[in-house]
Each structure stands twice: as structure tokens, then as C-alpha cells.
């Protein structure tokens, strides 16, 4: 028997190494599968893969046994009418949490250490006249970090800067038993997390509760001078709020991969800002390979009738 | 009986925290002792602490059981005239293993991650149209990192690095057996190490041996494009050659702590190169407190006729 998949990306050079990866994925585990990439459609399909997808792909689709994601965040999917019983499975760190570790830990020891700061004076001197000037030397263990979101990817970041000697705290809706990070659960125990803590990670699913969640009274009771760092969705973020804590010197910048608006519009008061460093939605890419395989295991095992992880719950949008 | 002990620092400023640091960690331990800032002076000190001594201070100093150091590098010292027989102990780690771990990871993630590429690509589009390219996912497994000199410091380096994945090698003159560290001793294969890195971290003392080491003929043999990161000392480096190496991009960039001439001036060709980043000798600070109790702790040993680590190994000049 062949498996029929139904594979949509935003375009077909997306789209072809994905088929690639996935063929030979299946393949390794002995699975025959066509892969069809859309608007090329099978009459019965298995299986469907969504990067991106239109309402159009989903009808389409109705009647295939689950919707993987190739990626971890679901909001762009649950924006759209999706069957109700569909169950819809995401990719559980696929090399993502590894990522996030790299990316959360070069912006909090930049921060720490003040590389930015030198560098820049470095600069500047060229022109001057050669600033040498060593500032008081700053350790993480003075900066505790509160991440906002402790599934897979937080805990990988928070055991990453637990290595280099930050203090974790760790929020989520109920709280985690993580070694060695101080757990908070809920809404009730939100400004008692954000009081501890001066460097704030945000790694949330965005969710109709978690949308604006980080606006100028959260932000506030950051320890001073805070910082902030988002990994997650553009839109937990009242940007405004943002910009006038950093201007007022209660953060003292911010390290920025996600926008509500992406592409980033030029004329954003982000993109100038000496204090907010930036990246375009890049902290973690889906690797391919490491995606694909464990998206074909899952596959088989759903094949076997076998319980799958990584299911998004749609009560809770993540 | 109440020590006496000689503290010379480049300025009061510096000395004043020292000499209070030391007097609290020796009281701690149980050991009175009186501490004299140069040009202040004893007839007959125990033990003295320098911090860029000049050849005065040693002179006056020729009768003390030890000379300890302030840092980790004693090259400054043996340029000048230290009687032969005379302990010169080095601090071991004070803090300094842990910052240079942060150091050299940020460096190199912010190499392999390309953050600098993208946040000035960020910037740029300011006045321009708004870039918004993700490039190639490039991950740590694909930068095998060469660190020269595998002592305490770099030990530490290698144990953080290999948390993120980077493949790690390790030179000196003799092979250590780190756990997961490939390891090269000696001249003789510092050729086939060269090869098998593309980031080089240079952590070497810096000796005869040493300097000059880091030519164009080494450098060539790293893995292209390479990166350079310098934590050590800036006359391991043949300027000119690393530049040339930068500009013909068989290297992609370097980040340098050190540099042959300090402060850096302001005229120098690094200053405003754009695939290079700097930092003014802040690597690693030594921390007062950490390292006045590591002193301490050997005074205490050698008043009690125990033997202590640290000590310099003069005819290897570290």
C-alpha cells in the first residue's frame, strides 16, 4: 500500500526538499508514500503537511486521518476553519529548542557582558580618539531571566543559561517542575514572576489569552534595568509599551526576532533604535531533515494505530 | 603574628578594593595581616601581590616568600628582573574561566548564527526597502572549533562550547585527555589540528614559543571560511596576516579581545573593519573577590609549609 500526502509551503522551492526528506524519511522506515504538492491534489489522501496553508488546501483536505505543521506555532492554522475532530499534530523541537538555546543566550550574554556597548565604542573611536575603557564587570548571576512559556523549547533554553550561571525563573499556565528553575503557574503568581526577574524571554504559544500580554504594567515590574527578548509571537507584545520603557530607561534594551507586522515595515521605530537589536523571525528554522524524520515516525506510528506526541490541544490553542 | 604583605596596583583606586577583599578572606581564615599600597612599605614583607609591578617594586621586594600575580597572564612580569629562586603564583580561574566560556561562546554563536549579518541587514533596510531573508540554517555541528592551549581556562571553554554542539579540538604542548575534546600535543600536529577546525580560539600564554605564532601559514590551514577569536594575547597574532587572510575571505571575520599594541589605536586597520569585532582587554576581568580568597587560601598553605597551585613553571615562561 502506498501513503498519499498532501504537502503545501508558501512556494515550490520550499516545498521540493521537503517531498525529498520526507520520501526518504518514509523510505528508512519502510513506508511507500506519493507526495503531492499542492495545487497538484490526490482523491484520497492520508496525510496532509501545512507550511502556510489557505483556507482552500483545508477544504480540500477534510477528509485526510491529521494535519501536521511544519513548525511549532499553530495561530496562523486556528485563524482558519479547520474541522473540529481534525487533529493536528506540530513539530516538537525538530532542532528548534537547540536554536532557541543559541539565540536566547547570545542576546542575555551580549546584554550581560556589554559586548554590544564595546563594540560599538570601539567604532566610535576610530573616528575619536580610541575609548579603553573597561566598565564594571557585570556576571550573570546578577541578571535572573524569567522565560514566559516552559514546554520543550523553554526548558531547553532555560537549562542553556542555567550552564552559564543565570538564575531561571519559569512561567507557564500550570507550573513546571524544572531542577533548579523557580516554577510559576497561572495568571495569580504572573507579577511575582516578573518581579524576580530582569531579563524576560518570551517563548508563549500566542493564544486569544496570551495576545498582548506583555504590555507597560507587566513590563514594569520587571527588576530595572530589565531586558527583553522575544522568541515567540510578534503580536505578545504592545510594541508601543515596549519602545516607551526602553526610551524611559526602565529597560535598557531589547533583543527582537518577531514583529506584528513581518516583514518588519521600514519606517518601524524599531529598526533605528541604538538600543534593540533585531533579526528577521529567524531564531529557530525548521531543519528539514530533522523535521521530516520525525514527522515520518509519527506517520508510521499513526499508521499502527499507535498514540502520537506533539497534538495540539484546540481548547487551549497550542 | 600579624603577616605583612606588599600590594602594588597601576592606581589607588584599583588597589584600595584589593587590599580590603584580602584583608576580609585572610580574617575569614583566621590570619591577621597588615597590607601596605606601593609606594608604602614594609621592612620585612611576607609576601607580595602585583598588578603591572614595575622593576622598583620588585627590587624592594627581593626578600618575600612569594610574588603573587593579579591575572592569569605573567608575560609582563618576566620581562622583568624577578630573582630566580623567587615563587611567582599565578591566579588559577578566579572567575576568568567562566567569563572567557561567555566570551568565546557569544563570539561564536554570533559567527555560525550570523546575528551580526542579520542585525545589519536590519538596520540597513532602514533607509532602504526592509530585508527580510532568512539565509541557510547553519548549525554548531558544521564548526568544528580549534582551541589553543587546554589549561584551566580552556578546559571550561571547551565544556561550554560542546553544550551548543560545536565538535571541539584542543591543542598544547602536551595532549590532555578532556572527555568528548579531540586532542593534539606539540608542534607536530599542530598542523593536522589546524586542519580539522574552521573557528580557531586562541587561549595560549604567551611565551617565546608563543609569540608570533598565529602567521599567515597557520591561518591558511584552517577550514574556509574560518573565524578567528582572540582572548590571549595580541602578540600571539601577525596582524598584518590575519587581515589579509579577512580580506582574501579564506577567513570570514574575527573577534579580538588583545592586540599588539594597547590600547588599540585609534588608527588601527581593525578599528573600522566591518567583518571584525572588538572588545578592549575585558574578556575575562579578574573578580576581586573571588580571586583575594583564592590568594588568601595560599597564603594560609604556604605559611603552613603546603604546597600550592598556580605556581609558575619558569623555564616554560606559564
Known amino acids: 500500500m502506498k501513503l498519499k500526502i498532501a504537502l503545501t509551503c508558501p512556494d515550490a522551492d520550499a516545498a521540493k526538499p521537503w517531498r525529498n526528506a520526507l520520501t526518504t524519511q518514509l523510505l ?8 503531492a504538492l499542492w495545487p497538484e491534489r490526490f482523491a484520497d489522501p492520508d496525510y496532509a503537511l501545512v507550511w502556510g496553508a489557505g483556507q482552500g488546501f483545508l477544504d480540500a483536505h477534510r477528509g485526510v486521518k491529521a494535519l501536521f505543521t511544519l513548525g511549532a506555532g499553530v495561530d496562523g492554522l486556528l485563524k482558519l476553519d479547520v474541522p473540529a475532530a481534525m487533529p493536528i499534530i506540530r513539530i516538537e523541537d525538530g532542532g528548534m ?66 550552564a552559564f550561571g543565570f ?13 533548579g528553575v523557580a516554577s510559576f503557574g497561572g495568571e495569580a503568581s504572573l507579577d511575582r514572576f516578573l ?7 518570551c517563548m508563549l504559544p ?15 515590574q520587571l527588576q530595572s534595568p530589565g531586558y527583553f527578548i522575544n522568541v515567540a509571537r510578534g503580536a505578545h507584545v504592545v510594541e508601543a509599551d515596549l519602545l516607551a520603557l526602553i526610551d524611559s530607561g526602565h529597560l535598557a534594551g531589547a ?18 533604535h541604538p538600543r534593540i537589536a533585531l533579526t528577521p523571525h529567524t ?12 514527522i515520518a515516525h509519527k506517520i508510521v506510528a499513526l499508521e499502527r494505530g499507535e498514540s502520537v506526541g506533539g497534538l495540539v490541544d484546540r481548547s487551549r490553542a497550542y
Chains 1, 2 share one sequence.
Open 167 to 179: 538564575p531561571v525563573n519559569g512561567w507557564s499556565r500550570s507550573a513546571k517542575e524544572i531542577p
Open 255 to 272: 533583543a527582537l526576532d518577531v514583529f506584528r507586522e513581518e516583514p518588519l515595515p521600514a519606517s518601524h521605530p524599531f529598526r533605528a
Open 195 to 201: 518581579q524576580a526577574s530582569r531579563i524576560l524571554v
Open 28 to 35: 528508512a522506515l519502510g513506508a511507500d508514500a506519493e507526495i
Open 97 to 162: 529548542a537547540a536554536q532557541m538555546a543559541e539565540y536566547v543566550c547570545h542576546a542575555a550574554l551580549r546584554h550581560v557582558r556589554q559586548f554590544d556597548v564595546y563594540e560599538s565604542a570601539m567604532r566610535t573611536s576610530a573616528a575619536g580618539g580610541g575609548a579603553w575603557q573597561p566598565l564594571e564587570p557585570r556576571r550573570p548571576a546578577q541578571f535572573p531571566v524569567g522565560i514566559m512559556g516552559m514546554g520543550a523549547l523553554g526548558s531547553r533554553v532555560a537549562q542553556a543559561l542555567q
Open 206 to 220: 500566542l493564544t486569544p489569552d496570551t495576545r498582548d500580554l506583555i504590555n507597560r504594567a507587566r513590563l514594569q
Open 283 to 294: 531564531a529557530a528554522q525548521t531543519l528539514i531533515d530533522e523535521s521530516a524524520q520525525q
